[in-house]
């Protein structure tokens, strides 16, 4: 991420309340399987992507561009403007 000016050193995962899923008008998932709570009027999305975890550079490139393909698509259907 730092290759794209993005420092998440700093950062770790944090998990959801159920106050922020009904809060959101879509929900991304990658393998969260069961444990996600499905609230309906919400859109869910499961991206399956390989775990990053222990690869090296080189590996987790392709996988960083492909949610970032991801999420500019989303974004577009959305109509909410991207910054980068």
Do not use: H, Q
């Not at 444990?35 to 080189?58: H, K, Q, S």
């Not at 960083?64 to 393909?69: G, M, Q, V």
């Amino acid at each position: 991420m730092t290759e794209r000016g993005i420092d998440i050193s700093k950062e770790f995962p944090k998990p959801w309340t159920d106050e922020v899923v009904r809060a959101a008008d879509v929900v991304v998932t990658m393998g969260c399987g069961d444990a996600c709570p499905i609230f309906p009027g919400t859109r869910y999305e499961n991206w399956t992507v390989d775990d990053p975890a222990g690869l090296d550079l080189a590996d987790v490139r392709p996988i960083r561009d492909e949610i970032e393909r991801r999420v500019r698509r989303l974004l577009d259907e959305l109509d909410v403007p991207a910054t980068r």
